[in-house]
């Protein structure tokens, strides 16, 4: 006999929405281990899950006083060896979890919807918006910032008698390059959070969350601070949060100063 199409087809969605995690118990459940870098955007993952209220352990790592880099037992948790790096264990699974957005996004929907703007919103802009940071901050936002932190370093870790060259060539690339980038970026965030408390909807959600490492950027950038009141507005009622103040005290404020 064949199957009644209909009958097997609610026999499914019931099926599938019995395996659907429930929220709570998901949470109570998950062991969570962030590998923590300093001076790196790990920190604000610790933010996330302090703003969630979720239970998590931190393993340190210490960057190369010399090269700045991440040490290579990194690389036995993921094998790029960057940070941030999540492990979860759930249910007897184990899932390792790299990639800010990635880790933002999955750890949201999954423990804590209350900090998106779900795809059923009826609110199209604050979904739009909600989206649109949480893929900026590291795509068009970071690219410049990274350049920056790239030919700051240039000099300093090249040869010694390639110094002159490479002390030109830093300096060509982040006046003509970089800086304009910068310019660029933070004024259009400066312009976007006018009137605004928020990145989205009018609440917090992992949109602030993903920029808050921006806004650090900026901090410890040569451009004038004084000219982005909107950014430094929001910024600095991030930094009041209780779950804020939390997470540096089992991570620590970022010192991106030395990169520059």
Do not use: C
Not at 66 to 88: M, N, R, Y
Not at 151 to 160: R, V, Y
Request: hydrophobic share 40%; glycine share 6%.
């Amino acid at each position: 006999l064949l199957p009644n199409t209909a009958a097997s087809t609610r026999l499914s969605q019931v099926n599938d929405h019995l395996t659907q995690p429930n929220s709570t118990d998901s949470k109570m459940a998950a062991k969570i281990t962030v590998h923590w870098l300093e001076d790196s955007r790990a920190q604000r993952i610790l933010w996330l899950l302090e703003e969630l209220g979720l239970d998590y352990e931190v393993k340190r790592y210490s960057r190369d006083p010399k090269t700045l880099l991440a040490p290579k037992e990194l690389a036995d948790v993921h094998p790029l060896g960057k940070s941030p790096v999540v492990t979860i264990v759930e249910d007897g699974k184990t899932l390792t979890l790299a990639e800010s957005g990635a880790i933002v996004e999955f750890i949201v929907e999954r423990y804590g919807s209350n900090l998106s703007i779900p795809a059923s919103s009826s609110d199209m802009q604050a979904r739009a918006d909600y989206l649109y940071w949480l893929h900026w901050a590291e795509g068009s936002g970071m690219l410049p910032l990274m350049f920056s932190i790239v030919f700051a370093q240039l000099p300093k870790q090249g040869p010694w008698l390639a110094k002159p060259l490479l002390n030109g060539v830093s300096y060509g690339a982040m006046s003509q390059f970089v800086l304009p980038r910068l310019k660029e970026n933070f004024r259009f965030i400066e312009q976007s959070l006018a009137g605004k408390d928020y990145f989205a909807g009018g609440k917090l959600t992992g949109a602030d969350i993903m920029m808050s490492f921006i806004a650090e950027g900026l901090e410890s950038s040569p451009l004038p601070n004084d000219k982005y009141p909107n950014i430094f507005r929001w910024y600095n009622s991030m930094l009041e949060r209780t779950a804020y103040k939390k997470a540096l005290e089992k991570g620590g404020k970022n010192d991106l100063g030395r990169f520059t």
